[in-house]
């Protein structure tokens, strides 16, 4: 069992050391075990103990129950027929199983439904796996025969799965103040893939740990799942989540955040060995008692909270729309977008479908430090884009210098650009005169690279810092005889700018910058003063 703290969620997690979650679905032959008259019956078994020498879980027994509630409400599973097992023993268990197994022989047409979250053993020579029910053992072979054997066309399991050090396979890798990481080999044996009618759905490899979150209150996969059959998951719009649409999204999702907030990926897997030509359908997002949509117009990272308790967080994208089932209650919606934030608390009422519109949000500019991010914020403000415009009054070769600058970011503290300048001069026209008494043209090529300090407040981020700028000075002279002259040189001296957001993408910038001008001039260095101002628009990809 692992522990971690994520400076980004803000939050402690709880690594369930490379256990793995399965969905295994077992059919026979026809989808339309998914039609109105199948009677739909369910196991649902929690436990965050796996006995004296295993860490408790935080959240299993919540994951049980929220599996549950989504059976309940939008699955087609009627509410005596989930049973609903948090901490139970095996005799409990035991007794489940048989008043299930009488209650789906009198049943002509009737699917069944198996999930368990908690701790899970191993042992390789006797190839036996378990599930933990807290000092008790569950065998899975135990489990796996009565599911088989039940008389109904329609069987799903789901396993969300964690084990101690004790287990196969020991890695020999450590994570920070963690035990060895070892992992549990689920063999196709064990899940019989050679059975016509079945599919297979793992939260992470065979080698890799899941996680769950103080902040999702739950596991990874298992928040994602549940989020994306609540609607998130959604792709075509047509109010129903397809098994295809419900694990595509849940690996897409469980990636990002353990990419993000996990010192480990993980990666769900699915194998299915079942050929139908319709969609299998699990959930049907009409069911709900209340829905909240987000149109085509939104976009960004979506954080649902009610009470003060994260209840949904899913990414939505631009130009799909979205219908999440909701309960009815008052929620706080944030949409994060690229260090923006749109927020709104929303009223929903049963049977209402509530239209979150981008008038109903409160737009709020973004800080720019890197680490002032808030608990949940999911932003990437990227390496930005800089083109700017400059007005050089002076400078060592000539007067009221225009020009314009290419530049990015590498850190917050470092910058670097591309720079063109060209000398104007008042009274010829762009001409200056040369210290020979010929006038010339001046224009000049450098490279700017500028370190210092930035400083962050609300909207707006200052930077000051000093910069050096080799460049190249090439005379054109207005004599034919006298032709070009190449002089190379330097910009030495501090810088300051001031920038302001004014999109999630684009903010406007404001560059002063002077200090000593250096020319290598036929053998010697001359040095003169010079002072440059600038705007530009900041473009962040």
Same mark, same amino acid.
């Given at each position: 069992?692992?522990?971690?703290?994520?400076?980004?969620?803000?939050?402690?997690?709880?690594?369930?050391?490379?256990?793995?979650?399965?969905?295994?679905?077992?059919?026979?032959?026809?989808?339309?075990?998914?039609?109105?008259?199948?009677?739909?019956?369910?196991?649902?078994?929690?436990?965050?103990?796996?006995?004296?020498?295993?860490?408790?879980?935080?959240?299993?027994?919540?994951?049980?129950?929220?599996?549950?509630?989504?059976?309940?409400?939008?699955?087609?599973?009627?509410?005596?027929?989930?049973?609903?097992?948090?901490?139970?023993?095996?005799?409990?268990?035991?007794?489940?199983?048989?008043?299930?197994?009488?209650? $789906?022989?009198?049943?002509?047409?009737?699917?069944?439904?198996?999930?368990?979250?908690?701790?899970?053993?191993?042992?390789?020579?006797?190839?036996?796996?378990?599930?933990?029910?807290?000092?008790?053992?569950?065998?899975?072979?135990?489990?796996?025969?009565?599911?088989?054997?039940?008389?109904?066309?329609?069987?799903?399991?789901?396993?969300?799965?964690?084990?101690?050090?004790?287990?196969?396979?020991?890695?020999?890798?450590?994570?920070?103040?963690?035990?060895?990481?070892?992992?549990?080999?689920?063999?196709?044996?064990?899940?019989?893939?050679?059975?016509?009618?079945?599919?297979?759905?793992?939260?992470?490899?065979?080698?890799?740990?899941?996680?769950?979150?103080?902040?999702?209150?739950?596991?990874?996969?298992?928040?994602?799942?549940?989020?994306?059959?609540?609607?998130?998951?959604?792709?075509?719009?047509?109010?129903? $989540?397809?098994?295809?649409?419900?694990?595509?999204?849940?690996?897409?999702?469980?990636?990002?955040?353990?990419?993000?907030?996990?010192?480990?990926?993980?990666?769900?897997?699915?194998?299915?060995?079942?050929?139908?030509?319709?969609?299998?359908?699990?959930?049907?997002?009409?069911?709900?008692?209340?829905?909240?949509?987000?149109?085509?117009?939104?976009?960004?990272?979506?954080?649902?909270?009610?009470?003060?308790?994260?209840?949904?967080?899913?990414?939505?994208?631009?130009?799909?729309?979205?219908?999440?089932?909701?309960?009815?209650?008052?929620?706080?919606?944030?949409?994060?977008?690229?260090?923006?934030?749109?927020?709104?608390?929303?009223?929903?009422?049963?049977?209402?479908?509530?239209?979150?519109?981008?008038?109903?949000?409160?737009?709020?500019?973004?800080?720019?430090?890197?680490?002032?991010?808030?608990?949940?914020?999911?932003?990437?403000?990227?390496?930005?884009?800089?083109?700017?415009?400059?007005?050089?009054?002076?400078?060592?070769?000539?007067?009221?210098?225009?020009?314009?600058?290419?530049?990015?970011?590498?850190?917050?503290?470092?910058?670097?650009?591309?720079?063109?300048?060209?000398?104007?001069?008042?009274?010829?026209?762009?001409?200056?005169?040369?210290?020979?008494?010929?006038?010339?043209?001046?224009?000049?090529?450098?490279?700017?690279?500028?370190?210092?300090?930035?400083?962050?407040?609300?909207?707006?981020?200052?930077?000051?810092? $000093?910069? $050096?700028?080799?460049?190249?000075?090439?005379?054109?002279?207005?004599?034919?005889?006298?032709?070009?002259?190449?002089?190379?040189?330097?910009?030495?001296?501090?810088?300051?700018?001031?920038?302001?957001?004014?999109?999630?993408?684009?903010?406007?910038?404001?560059?002063?910058?002077?200090?000593?001008?250096?020319?290598?001039?036929?053998?010697?260095?001359?040095?003169?003063?010079?002072?440059?101002?600038?705007?530009?628009?900041?473009?962040?990809?």
């Amino acid at each position: 069992m692992y522990r971690f703290f994520s400076p980004i969620f803000g939050v402690e997690r709880k690594a369930k050391g490379g256990g793995l979650l399965f969905f295994l679905f077992a059919m026979l032959f026809s989808t339309q075990a998914w039609s109105v008259e199948t009677r739909r019956f369910a196991l649902v078994i929690g436990h965050n103990h796996g006995g004296d020498e295993l860490e408790p879980l935080l959240y299993a027994e919540r994951d049980a129950l929220r599996v549950s509630q989504v059976l309940s409400e939008l699955g087609g599973f009627r509410p005596q027929d989930v049973f609903l097992l948090r901490s139970p023993t095996l005799a409990q268990t035991k007794a489940a199983m048989t008043k299930l197994r009488r209650a $789906v022989a009198s049943s002509k047409n009737a699917m069944f439904f198996f999930y368990y979250s908690g701790h899970a053993r191993s042992k390789k020579k006797l190839r036996v796996a378990s599930f933990q029910l807290g000092k008790e053992r569950l065998p899975f072979s135990t489990v796996y025969r009565f599911v088989r054997k039940l008389p109904v066309r329609f069987r799903l399991v789901v396993v969300d799965s964690c084990y101690s050090g004790e287990i196969l396979h020991a890695k020999g890798t450590r994570a920070k103040g963690a035990v060895r990481d070892r992992s549990i080999e689920w063999s196709h044996e064990d899940f019989a893939l050679r059975v016509k009618g079945l599919a297979v759905m793992a939260s992470s490899g065979a080698r890799e740990r899941s996680f769950e979150s103080n902040q999702l209150r739950g596991s990874f996969f298992t928040s994602n799942l549940l989020t994306g059959l609540r609607g998130a998951a959604d792709s075509n719009e047509d109010l129903r $989540v397809s098994l295809q649409e419900a694990f595509y999204y849940a690996r897409q999702q469980t990636i990002s955040l353990s990419l993000q907030h996990g010192p480990q990926i993980q990666r769900p897997t699915f194998l299915l060995n079942f050929h139908s030509e319709a969609p299998l359908f699990l959930t049907h997002i009409r069911r709900a008692s209340s829905r909240l949509e987000f149109p085509k117009s939104l976009r960004g990272h979506v954080l649902l909270s009610k009470q003060q308790r994260l209840v949904d967080e899913f990414h939505k994208p631009s130009g799909v729309r979205r219908i999440v089932a909701v309960k009815p209650g008052t929620y706080d919606v944030v949409l994060y977008r690229k260090g923006w934030k749109a927020k709104s608390r929303v009223q929903i009422l049963r049977k209402q479908r509530v239209v979150l519109t981008p008038q109903k949000l409160e737009m709020i500019p973004p800080s720019f430090h890197p680490f002032s991010r808030e608990k949940g914020e999911h932003r990437n403000l990227g390496r930005p884009l800089l083109f700017s415009l400059d007005y050089e009054p002076l400078n060592q070769l000539a007067l009221h210098n225009i020009g314009f600058s290419l530049g990015t970011e590498i850190t917050p503290w470092f910058r670097m650009s591309a720079r063109y300048r060209y000398g104007l001069q008042s009274y010829q026209a762009g001409w200056t005169q040369g210290e020979e008494g010929y006038f010339y043209q001046a224009h000049s090529l450098g490279a700017s690279f500028q370190i210092g300090y930035p400083i962050y407040w609300k909207r707006l981020r200052f930077f000051l810092g $000093v910069g $050096v700028e080799p460049s190249l000075h090439l005379r054109l002279y207005k004599a034919s005889d006298v032709g070009a002259q190449l002089n190379l040189g330097a910009f030495l001296g501090p810088c300051f700018s001031t920038e302001v957001a004014i999109s999630p993408e684009w903010s406007v910038r404001l560059n002063v910058s002077g200090g000593a001008h250096l020319v290598f001039y036929q053998g010697a260095v001359r040095t003169g003063a010079w002072l440059r101002s600038g705007i530009g628009l900041v473009w962040r990809p």
